[in-house]
């Protein structure tokens, strides 16, 4: 029994220790020496890195990454809600409902952030529409500042967020709110204090799912940002390629991984155990 | 409150939506601006005749397929090894490489990648891209698998040891069939996820290994060209086909 | 099922080889508007061979992937203070004059430059200064770096993506050398970064053109070649070397070690040297070109361009910048960091 299993783990076993774990050790120790001079890493060994994130000037980012982050978890529980809720109460095509909401997901990445750009920007759909229309003269910058990060991640994470609260809202018995009626509640009575409280565990995974990875996010605030380092994604890209300061890159990716096991401790806690 | 929900859901939808369908509309555009001057495939002809963009496809096509098959190789069997008998400690670096965001998989390949190269004296190329996207596809695979293999029943594995087969024999001719379309299915999601990725490859890619990802962001940043449009609507539908089949697979 | 993924994905790299093309590669990594359509076309007819060109914004882009020292390009385009750093790194290919015939055509002052006296590692390729550009509907026109922190400009000024350009403007806006090494003139520098942040749209460089030639941007910090292109395409546009004084630099060809194609790579650069070639380049991009009898052959229009050849009491104010020591170059970078992230 146990020859067989041996061998059939032997690939993920490598390839771990290989490609996943070998290289966040190579990212550690880089985080602990010193920049060369135009690039590169040498000694000496010094937490100078480290020290450098708690500086004011990045802990801004920091701080923005976890706001921009928590905003858009906060809009995604408020606008995926509804929507669960009348997906979980269709009669009959719950499945095309849920396909038609993970389907833009399934397309590109890249495709869906670049959609925004088209539609956001001084040339873009939206202002064209609005001149064209005659509401505006000048195009409104709608484009590369936090609001559309914010846009762009709550578009992207959104069906994140609606597929566990819907595996949660359809285990609810439609006895309770039945219930709660006879009772003498009213509809938003009956929503607030039976329905949500019961969605709870869908909430956290949902907060799990969207929160984690908008710490994480790159593409979304590197092209609907403009480019700066608006959260830590595009610090650490901006540091390990044009900047050419490995240890500081490594030291930000470290705090990154950090911020992200820290978060993911704290759900986990909350949430159901079978959904991760 | 129930027609408030459907109205609601309608925007909602609209909102998922509409972004991507202004894309492929617009990709009919005959004018270069965002005016609607007519219908015209001039963008679409603009893509086939670009010689970067071509190389690039191809070059996303065999990485696709390369690391596909790879990592689905190496999921399942990983899966099935896991259903066997758990490990904490792999089963903790699954689901730790699905949590850690792109950007870190990325800069510490990279990382890795430089070091070890000192020694070889190699260069970034089309296999340092491959071996990337195996790494993150692996995890995706396993858990595909791992859901699949939870609905299977071992007592048909026992069964067949029971009539003589070694559990080799066990494993592919009885286990390996049922999984297949959740195998499939895997395959499909590692090749999507392959086929997009942008911040891993764009890291780790060398001199010769652009990929369609690669030359759709710089299309982005640099904002002039409509072809883009074009390319995205194929991407759209392409990988919508794709992922429909991988859903019906899935449910069957 | 397995099976025909396994026979699939064998099939591929074989399909793949077959559309390889046989022909010598070149890997070449420049500067964007740096070529005409028809330089590299005709290289590739003339030598048989196929050249990767790809192009950059930034030094610190090329660097990038150029210090790891296996980045899989052949040659690349530094400026001219990069070049002793770089060849010290051990980055570099010593050039051989045999190959290199058409030297001789370069420019006097680019024969023997300071940063290379034999040219044993680069060949001059473009000269250029930095200075402001700006739209001719803004009065007063800026002539000094100083007029760049106006508060007029809010939202419509630019500033360069390139540490050496941004510190040295800030520095000669204090009155202090452009090459300053001294941490205390440089923190004073960083502080006078951080109190025009505000007004800037963006850091851009090359980049910036469009939006200048549409009236986005009214004030950019640019280089006169750039600056040479927008004027060509938009008469409501002009260009100052400011007063305080300027950077001039030159972008150098040079060879990396690493490059297993040092004779192709030596025939493109011998290639790029030929007066018609080097005219043909200048004409098309609104470059100033190294190469003397490539000038020679040039219309008069862009021969005599104010903004890309300066009269010589302009060029007077112009200095070329050195390489810095490394504790110098350390902190600028570290302060140019900061100063984006602000």
Not at chain 1, 81 to 110: C, D, E, G
Not at chain 2, 29 to 37: C, I
Not at chain 2, 57 to 85: C, D, E, F, P
Request: charged residues 15%; aromatic residues 12%; hydrophobic residues 50%.
């Amino acid at each position: 029994m146990n020859r067989l299993r041996f061998w059939f783990l032997l690939p993920a076993r490598v390839w771990f220790a290989g490609l996943f774990f070998a290289p966040l050790a190579i990212i550690c120790a880089y985080s602990l020496l010193t920049r060369g001079v135009y690039g590169g890493v040498e000694q000496p060994w010094t937490w100078e890195s480290y020290r450098r994130m708690i500086d004011p000037l990045y802990g801004i980012i920091l701080l923005r990454s976890v706001l921009l982050s928590g905003a858009a978890t906060a809009i995604c529980v408020v606008l995926a809600f509804p929507l669960a809720l009348f997906i979980s109460r269709a009669t009959r095509r719950k499945n095309l409902y849920l396909q038609l909401v993970m389907l833009p997901f399934w397309t590109s990445f890249l495709v869906r952030t670049y959609a925004w750009m088209f539609l956001l920007r001084d040339t873009g759909l939206v202002n064209t529409a609005l001149i064209g229309l005659g509401f505006l003269r000048q195009p409104l910058p709608l484009l590369y500042n936090d609001a559309a990060v914010l846009l762009g991640l709550v578009y992207t994470f959104l069906p994140f967020m609606v597929l566990p609260l819907y595996a949660t809202l359809e285990r609810l018995d439609p006895a309770l709110l039945e219930a709660a009626a006879d009772l003498g509640a009213r509809p938003r009575a009956a929503f607030y204090r039976v329905i949500v409280p019961l969605a709870k565990p869908g909430i956290w995974a949902g907060i799990a799912l969207v929160f984690i990875p908008c710490l994480g996010a790159y593409l979304t605030p590197d092209l609907l940002g403009g480019g700066k380092s608006v959260m830590i994604g595009n610090l650490v890209q901006n540091q390990f390629t044009n900047a050419r300061d490995w240890p500081f890159g490594a030291a930000a990716s470290l705090t990154l991984m950090l911020l992200t096991l820290a978060a993911l401790a704290a759900v986990y806690r909350r949430g159901p155990k079978d959904l991760l | 409150m129930k027609r408030g929900l459907a109205i609601y859901a309608a925007a909602a939808y609209a909102f998922l939506h509409l972004p991507l369908a202004t894309l492929v509309v617009f990709s009919f555009n005959a004018s270069r601006f965002t005016l609607w001057e007519g219908f015209s495939l001039r963008w679409y002809q603009s893509l086939f005749t670009d010689a970067e963009m071509a190389e690039a496809a191809w070059n996303s096509v065999i990485i696709a397929i390369a690391s596909t098959v790879i990592s689905t190789v190496a999921g399942t069997l990983t899966a099935y090894g896991l259903w066997k008998r758990g490990s904490r400690l792999l089963s903790g670096s699954l689901y730790l490489s699905l949590v850690t965001p792109e950007i870190v998989t990325g800069i510490s390949l990279l990382a890795f990648f430089q070091w070890a190269f000192r020694w070889l004296g190699w260069h970034l190329g089309l296999y340092t891209v491959i071996l990337a996207h195996v790494s993150f596809s692996i995890a995706y695979v396993a858990i595909v698998v791992a859901a699949r293999l939870r609905t299977f029943d071992p007592a048909l594995e026992e069964a067949a040891m029971d009539l003589g087969a070694t559990e080799w024999r066990a494993f592919w001719r009885v286990t390996l069939p049922a999984l297949t379309p959740g195998i499939v299915a895997a395959a499909l999601l590692a090749l999507t996820i392959s086929f997009d990725d942008y911040v891993i490859t764009s890291l780790v890619a060398g001199v010769d290994s652009t990929t369609l990802p690669m030359v759709i962001y710089a299309m982005a940043r640099r904002g002039a060209n409509p072809s883009i449009n074009a390319i995205s609507a194929l991407i759209v539908v392409i990988f919508g086909a794709l992922i429909l089949i991988s859903e019906r697979l899935r449910e069957a | 099922m397995k099976r025909r993924y396994f026979l699939f994905g064998s099939f591929a790299p074989a399909i793949a080889a077959c559309r390889r093309d046989r022909r010598p590669r070149l890997n070449v990594y420049n500067w964007s508007a740096y070529v005409a359509p028809d330089t590299i076309p005709n290289f590739e007819k003339e030598f048989g061979a196929r050249i990767r060109y790809v192009t950059y914004e930034s030094n610190e882009e090329m660097l990038a992937q150029v210090i790891t020292g296996n980045s899989g390009w052949d040659i690349v385009f530094p400026t001219h203070n990069r070049v002793s750093p770089m060849s010290a790194m051990g980055l570099l290919a010593p050039l051989e004059h045999s190959r290199l015939k058409n030297l001789s055509h370069l420019e006097p002052q680019f024969q023997a430059p300071s940063w290379d006296r034999g040219l044993e590692w680069c060949v001059p390729y473009m000269w250029f200064g930095t200075g402001i550009a700006f739209n001719r509907s803004v009065a007063p026109p800026p002539s000094t770096w100083a007029d760049l922190w106006s508060p007029r400009f809010k939202g419509r000024l630019t500033m360069l993506d390139d540490p050496e350009d941004v510190i040295g403007a800030s520095l000669m806006k204090l009155g202090l050398p452009f090459g300053s090494t001294d941490p205390v003139e440089l923190h004073r520098a960083q502080h006078e970064l951080f109190q025009q942040k505000p007004l800037v749209r963006a850091y851009l460089n090359a980049e910036v053109r469009d939006q200048l030639v549409s009236g986005d941007v009214l004030v950019a910090q640019l280089w006169s070649t750039t600056a040479a292109q927008a004027l060509d395409v938009a008469p409501s546009l002009n260009f100052a070397f400011p007063a305080e004084g300027y950077p001039l630099y030159c972008d150098c060809a040079v060879i990396l070690r690493e490059s297993r194609r040092r004779e192709l790579a030596h025939e493109f650069l011998d290639y790029l040297l030929r007066p018609p070639v080097s005219a043909a380049i200048a004409q098309s991009t609104l470059t100033a070109t190294a190469n003397a009898s490539g000038r020679a052959l040039l219309p008069d229009k862009v021969r005599n361009s104010a903004a890309l050849y300066p009269a010589p009491d302009v060029l007077r104010r112009g200095e070329w910048p050195g390489t810095l020591p490394p504790a110098a170059q350390r902190l600028r970078d570290r302060i140019w960091t900061e100063v984006k992230a602000a």
